[in-house]
C-alpha cells in the first residue's frame, strides 16, 4: 500500500502542495483530479522522488521512501508515466521498453509480452524510432516502459492530455485492463467524467490542498463539487 500523510511540496519557489493524505491500497485504482495549477502534478513528482517533501511522510508497504532518490524509488516498486510522454525520440519502441531492464524488478521477457499484450499496436511497431508514433502511441509506450519496471504502484500524470477522444478511450481500457488484473494505479487527470466512471476512490484537490474526497459514484452525485472544482 501507498500511503501520503501531511505532504507538503514545492515547486520552485511556490508552495505547491499544502499537507496533503491520501492511500493507494492494493491492486485499487485511485484518482486525484482538479484543475490546472492545482498541485497535482507536483504531489506525483514528489511521491516519485523527483521533488524533495518540505514535510511529510511517503510509505510504500510501511517503509518510509520520502527522502530516496527517484532510482531507488523506482527499485522500491513505483513507477511515473510523466505528464507529456517523454519517450525517447531517436530509439526504437523496444529499445524504449528495454531501457527500464535496469530499474526493473521482473523478468524482463515477460514484462515484454505483457506490454505487448496490452498494447498490440506497439507489438506492431517494436521497430519503428518513437518520434515518428502518434501522440496516443507514444503515451501508450511511455505507459508500457512504466509497466517494465514491474511496478507495485503504477503513477500516471494526465495521460489522456493532448489525445483525440478515441484514443482517450483506448488508453483508459488499457488502465482498466491493468486495474483489473490487480495493479494498483494512482492516476491524475482532468478528464472527471471518464475517470470517476472507473476509480475505486477519489481525491479533489484545489490550490495544493484535498478538499473533497469519495468513492467515484459518491462524487459523481455531488455536482456542486464538480462545478466547483472541476469547471
Excluded: W
Excluded at 513528482?45 to 508497504?61: Q, Y
Excluded at 496516443?136 to 512504466?146: C, D, K, T
Excluded at 484535498?210 to 464538480?226: P, S
Amino acid at each position: 500500500m501507498l500511503s501520503v500523510s501531511g505532504l507538503c511540496a514545492s515547486y520552485g519557489a511556490i508552495r505547491a502542495v499544502t499537507g496533503i493524505s491520501l492511500e493507494v491500497g492494493e491492486g485499487r485504482l485511485v484518482t486525484v483530479l482538479g484543475a490546472n495549477g492545482a498541485g497535482k502534478s507536483t504531489t506525483l513528482r514528489a511521491i516519485a522522488g523527483l521533488h524533495r517533501p518540505v514535510v511529510g511522510s511517503i510509505t510504500l508497504d510501511g517503509q518510509e521512501i520520502g527522502k530516496l532518490p527517484s532510482h531507488q524509488v523506482v527499485r522500491r516498486g513505483l513507477a511515473l508515466v510523466p505528464e507529456g510522454r517523454m519517450v525517447l525520440a531517436p530509439l526504437t519502441v523496444e529499445e524504449n521498453l528495454l531501457l527500464s531492464r535496469h530499474a526493473g524488478r521482473g523478468n524482463e521477457r515477460e514484462m515484454l509480452a505483457q506490454v505487448y499484450e496490452l498494447f498490440p499496436r506497439l507489438a506492431e511497431r517494436r521497430a519503428q524510432v518513437a518520434g515518428l508514433l502518434s501522440g496516443g502511441e507514444q503515451q501508450m509506450l511511455a505507459i508500457g516502459r512504466a509497466m517494465m519496471t514491474a511496478p507495485r504502484v503504477l503513477l500516471l500524470d494526465e495521460p489522456s492530455m493532448g489525445l483525440a477522444p478515441v484514443i482517450v478511450d483506448q488508453v483508459f481500457a488499457a488502465i482498466v485492463t491493468l486495474h483489473k488484473q490487480g495493479q494498483s494505479i494512482l492516476l491524475v487527470e482532468q478528464n472527471a467524467e471518464i475517470t470517476l466512471e472507473t476509480c475505486d476512490f477519489a481525491y479533489l484537490m484545489k490550490r495544493g490542498e484535498i478538499v473533497a474526497q469519495g468513492t467515484g459514484a459518491e462524487l459523481r452525485r455531488d455536482a456542486g463539487v464538480l462545478e466547483a472544482y472541476l469547471s
